[in-house]
């Protein structure tokens, strides 16, 4: 039920007297959990369509009901989860010994078998997963005995153990199966540190401290994952006591910069926004229009306004500051609007009298969407806009919900968010080789360039990692001339939390960064004084 603000203040008052907040803190929630001892509530903007590591939930490591055989450090380094050790990928097979004594949240013990299954069962077609091109590499898994999982690989995949993050599930409760209608989806059961309590759908994940975790029992006894998509809703909902944490928008997030029992963290990403664009349109198919609207973006003041700060301009796929980036591909972050304009005259786009470039008869013009109630895509959306009116294009935007945005991809331009810190064959192979033109929101521009395909089929069947870095220069040098995207910005990643904690732990984070993020080992957090 919803309080009263009166309300609302007095049972804060009352909570902070009884010291009953998890956090220090002691917020009243519209959830009807925050406040209660050990709870802790967090406010997210995306809900996952599943709970299934499986259907392609939290594969990289994310999620707090599931443990994969490995999991990562703060600065991406691997360490053990439901592995004993990490293994020596070397060849074509690798080997993993599973920890001892492990559960799943029923009380049946983890075996290898699970781990095959769970494995077979994202390269099975017939479940429809959406990371099963991931995982393209595995040949086969054997269980060879209760405690040792062996990989057959077709070639050696350098960034197999990253991969090695997947939520394992239970063999027993899923094998024969309809994967896509299984009641698992939204009840799920893993060996993570907190185990599955309810869904609300459109509302909120319930989740309880697992009193048998082989990592040592949460502080956090009780985590509310409570959805709002509007980053404004969010930051309301924080201010008001609703939230003890959430992830915003850099200027959603200042109000907070300051406040007493407030910490707000902006954290490195190699998360980009930039706009795809459909290649078999009318006018972005035009790879001139493309290059010119890159060119004249101002991506400086984007950063400097719209991020207020908390980011930098991208050109690229792979983010600046790691090991695979191709600084050639690097431009001005202040815009060139001569060039651009001189580009469109050289290729026939003329001005027209109404202000619009026209070519053979076609007018400059095209729809931008981006997801509504996301208002930092909104601004990046109105600030190219702005910077394309300068150049004679006129983009019409579209704040649609994401079924909507779904169905048109193949013909409006989208502003998009992907990136990753950990190996450039994450996402980018499914973003632009051809095998994946039109699947979902995987290449939906439909860009099928042979010479692209077989840079990231070599980056990813290489094992050197100087022929790998080759590819991977060469693959960001065709993907920058063909202006497939208009890159913007890479993020940072910005928090807010309420009341001290130890054990949270910033590191460089990718796009999926909910409980991904700097919330990933939030089983780790402990109330500070």
Not at 34 to 51: C, H, I, K, Q, W
Not at 175 to 192: D, H, I, Q, S, Y
Not at 341 to 359: F, N, Q, Y
Request: with cysteine; hydrophobic share 40%.
């Amino acid at each position: 039920m919803q309080l009263t603000r009166l309300g609302l203040v007095a049972l804060a008052l009352l909570l902070v007297t009884l010291g009953c907040s998890a956090g220090g803190g002691s917020p009243a929630s519209t959830t009807g959990e925050s406040g209660a001892r050990g709870t802790f509530v967090l406010g997210l903007g995306s809900e996952p369509d599943t709970l299934n590591p499986v259907l392609g939930y939290a594969p990289d490591g994310g999620s707090l009901m599931f443990d994969g055989l490995v999991t990562r450090n703060a600065d991406l380094s691997l360490k053990p989860a439901l592995a004993e050790r990490l293994p020596k990928a070397t060849g074509t097979s690798v080997t993993f010994t599973l920890r001892q004594g492990v559960k799943f949240h029923d009380g049946t013990p983890l075996t290898s078998a699970d781990v095959a299954y769970t494995y077979q069962a994202v390269l099975d077609a017939n479940n429809n997963s959406t990371i099963r091109g991931d995982y393209t590499a595995i040949a086969s898994v054997e269980a060879k005995d209760p405690a040792t999982v062996v990989f057959h690989l077709k070639y050696p995949y350098a960034p197999f153990l990253q991969r090695a993050t997947l939520g394992i599930v239970p063999r027993r409760t899923l094998e024969g199966r309809n994967l896509e209608k299984a009641p698992f989806n939204t009840r799920p059961v893993g060996t993570g540190p907190y185990r599955f309590v309810s869904w609300t759908p459109g509302d909120k994940v319930v989740l309880e401290a697992n009193p048998s975790y082989w990592g040592g029992v949460p502080a956090i006894k009780r985590l509310v994952m409570a959805y709002a998509v509007d980053d404004n809703v969010r930051a309301t909902r924080m201010a008001a006591g609703e939230f003890d944490a959430t992830e915003l928008p850099p200027k959603a997030a200042s109000r907070f910069d300051g406040q007493p029992g407030m910490t707000v963290h902006r954290v490195p990403s190699a998360d980009y926004r930039g706009v795809m664009f459909p290649l078999d349109a009318p006018v972005t198919g035009d790879k001139v229009i493309r290059q010119a609207l890159s060119l004249g973006a101002d991506r400086e003041a984007m950063v400097n306004t719209i991020l207020a700060g908390a980011g930098r301009p991208a050109f690229g796929p792979v983010a600046p500051d790691t090991t695979w980036h191709n600084p050639a591909v690097d431009g001005s972050p202040a815009p060139d609007s001569a060039r651009a304009v001189r580009l469109l005259e050289e290729a026939g786009w003329k001005s027209g009298p109404d202000g619009i470039r026209h070519k053979g008869g076609t007018p400059a013009s095209f729809m931008l969407m981006y997801p509504a109630g996301d208002s930092l895509r909104k601004e990046l959306a109105l600030a190219f806009t702005s910077d394309a009116k300068k150049l004679g294009i006129d983009i019409r935007l579209a704040g649609l919900d994401w079924d909507a945005i779904h169905t048109r991809m193949d013909r409006d331009a989208l502003i998009m968010g992907w990136g990753t810190p950990f190996d450039p064959d994450y996402t980018n192979f499914e973003l632009f080789h051809s095998s994946f033109s039109g699947q979902g929101y995987f290449n939906p521009g439909h860009y099928k360039v042979p010479q692209v395909d077989a840079l990231l089929e070599k980056g990813r069947e290489e094992s050197d990692p100087a022929v790998r870095k080759q590819a991977y220069d060469a693959f960001q040098r065709r993907v920058h001339d063909d202006a497939v995207w208009a890159y913007l910005v890479y993020l940072k990643h910005v928090y807010v939390i309420r009341g001290k904690w130890t054990g949270v732990t910033p590191g460089v984070e990718a796009h999926d960064h909910a409980t991904g993020g700097l919330f990933r080992n939030l089983a780790e957090w402990k109330p500070g004084s």
